[in-house]
C-alpha cells in the first residue's frame, strides 16, 4: 500500500513538472511572436544614455532614445529634451517632411516604424518633419525625439487633403537646409546611402553648373502587413544596421512609382505646380509623374536616386477604395494630370492599353546614382532616356482648380 501511494506521488509529481514545462514552453513561443509582431501599437525597446552597444550593430547610439518607459526615463527626457542630434559638421544639410494618415489603426504600427527610423536619420544630417494638426494622435503618447511637428494652415489643404506645393512652400519658410525632400509616410531609408547620393548630387550640380532639377525616384518593397491574420512588423531600433537586413526582403524596383520629391529653394518651379495632393493612404503612381514630364518639356535635369538610397515601403496594408478622402484625392490628381497633359494617351502602344508608356517611367529621368563597389557615389546619363520617347511633344496646360464646394462635386 505504501509503495503504491509513494508511485502515485512520483506519478503526480512528474506529470506536474510535464504540465509546468509545457506552460513555459508556450509562454516563450508566444512572447517571442509577440516581439515580432504585433497588431497593436508597439513599445519598443527603450535604449538610453550615450555610446551603449546595440545589439547586432557596431553602431553607438548618441543620446538617440528609443520610445518606451520605465523608472529612469522621465529623467532623461528632462535632460535632452533640447538637445540638437543633428551634427555640427554636416556636408549637407536635409529636410524632410511628411503627412500621416490619421485615424486608420492598422497603420500604427506602420507609422511608428516610420517615426523610429526617420528618428535615426538625424546622426545623418537630415532632420525629419511631419504636418499635423493632431499631433498627440501620431505621436500616440510616445517619445521621438528631434522630430518637428507644423501645423496644417487652411491654404495647404484642399477636400481635406494635403496640397504638395503648399507643403514645400512652407517647409521652405520654416526650415534653412540644402536639400527639402517630401516622401510618404510608410518609406524607411538608409541614412548613410540618402547623406551620401545627394552629396554626390550636390557635387554634380555645382560642376556641371545646373540651375534647375529634380530629384525623386522609386522604392522597393517589403512585406510587413499581413491582411489575412491583421498583424505588422514592427522595428527593434530602426537605424541602418537594421535597415539593411531588412533590405535582403525586398522585392523589385517599382519603375512606374514615384514617393519622393527632393530639390532645393529655388531648382524647381514649385508656385507654377497645380493642386497635385498627397494622397495619405496610397500614392498615385500617374499623376506623381506630372513632375519629371514637366521638367523633361522645360529641359529642367532629372535625377533617380533610387538604386543608390534603396528606399523600403512598408507593404502589405492595401487602402481603402471606398474612404471618401482617399477617392477625392485620386480623383483631383487625374484630373490635374489629364488636363495639364492632354495628348498622353498618345503615347500608349494601343489608345486604351493598360500598358504603361515609358514617359511616365523611371527610365526617362535624365540622370541616375549608382553606388560604385567600394561605397562610392557616381552620377551618370540615363542609357534609357531620349527626347523622342520621353520629351512630352505639346503643350502643356496647366490647370487652375476652383475652391468652391461646387467645383469639387462635379470631379
Given at each position: ?276 495632393v498627397v494622397t495619405t493612404l496610397a500614392p498615385d503612381p500617374l499623376p ?29 496594408l492595401m487602402p481603402n477604395i471606398m474612404d471618401r478622402e482617399h477617392r ?80 469639387w462635386d462635379i470631379l
Amino acid at each position: 500500500m505504501q509503495y503504491s501511494m509513494f508511485k502515485m506521488r512520483a506519478c503526480s509529481r512528474r506529470m506536474w513538472l510535464k504540465c509546468g514545462l509545457t506552460i513555459m514552453l508556450l509562454g516563450f513561443v508566444g512572447s517571442m511572436t509577440k516581439f515580432f509582431w504585433n497588431e497593436e501599437t508597439f513599445d519598443t525597446q527603450y535604449i538610453i544614455g550615450t555610446n551603449i552597444e546595440v545589439a547586432r550593430s557596431t553602431m553607438k547610439l548618441e543620446k538617440l532614445s528609443i520610445p518606451g518607459y520605465d523608472d529612469d526615463t522621465d529623467e532623461y527626457f528632462k535632460s535632452v529634451k533640447d538637445t540638437n542630434y543633428i551634427p555640427i559638421n554636416c556636408p549637407i544639410n536635409i529636410t524632410l517632411f511628411t503627412v500621416f494618415h490619421e485615424g486608420l489603426r492598422a497603420k500604427e504600427v506602420l507609422q511608428n516604424n516610420t517615426l523610429l527610423n526617420w528618428m535615426q536619420l538625424q546622426r545623418h544630417c537630415i532632420r525629419p518633419v511631419f504636418y499635423s494638426n493632431n499631433s498627440v494622435g501620431i505621436l500616440a503618447g510616445k517619445k521621438y525625439h528631434g522630430w518637428q511637428h507644423h501645423p496644417l494652415s487652411a491654404n495647404m489643404i484642399a477636400r481635406n487633403n494635403v496640397i504638395l506645393r503648399e507643403l514645400f512652400s512652407e517647409t521652405f519658410k520654416r526650415h534653412n537646409s540644402d536639400f527639402y525632400m517630401f516622401a510618404y509616410a510608410d518609406l524607411l531609408f538608409h541614412g548613410d546611402s540618402l547623406l551620401k547620393t545627394l552629396s554626390a548630387v550636390k557635387n554634380y550640380v555645382q560642376k556641371a553648373k545646373l540651375e534647375y532639377f529634380i530629384i525623386s525616384g522609386s522604392r522597393y518593397e517589403v512585406p510587413f502587413y499581413n491582411s489575412r491574420y491583421k498583424i505588422t512588423k514592427k522595428l527593434r531600433i530602426g537605424d541602418d544596421i537594421e535597415i539593411e537586413n531588412i533590405q535582403l526582403e525586398r522585392k523589385p524596383l517599382h519603375i512606374s512609382k514615384i514617393e519622393y520629391f527632393i530639390t532645393t529653394k529655388d531648382s524647381f518651379p514649385w508656385d507654377v505646380v497645380p493642386d497635385l495632393v498627397v494622397t495619405t493612404l496610397a500614392p498615385d503612381p500617374l499623376p506623381a509623374f506630372w513632375f519629371p514630364m514637366y521638367a523633361n518639356k522645360l529641359g529642367i535635369a532629372t535625377f533617380d536616386i533610387s538604386r543608390s538610397i534603396s528606399p523600403l515601403r512598408q507593404a502589405g496594408l492595401m487602402p481603402n477604395i471606398m474612404d471618401r478622402e482617399h477617392r477625392m484625392a485620386t480623383k483631383l490628381n487625374t484630373f490635374v494630370f489629364i488636363k495639364s497633359f492632354t495628348k498622353y494617351c498618345l503615347y500608349k502602344p494601343v489608345i486604351h492599353s493598360h500598358v504603361i508608356p515609358q514617359i511616365s517611367t523611371l527610365n526617362c529621368f535624365k540622370l541616375r546614382t549608382l553606388q560604385g563597389k567600394d561605397g562610392s557615389i557616381n552620377v551618370e546619363n540615363s542609357m534609357t532616356y531620349s527626347d523622342n520617347e520621353c520629351k512630352y511633344r505639346y503643350p502643356i496646360m496647366i490647370p487652375m482648380l476652383e475652391r468652391d464646394e461646387n467645383f469639387w462635386d462635379i470631379l
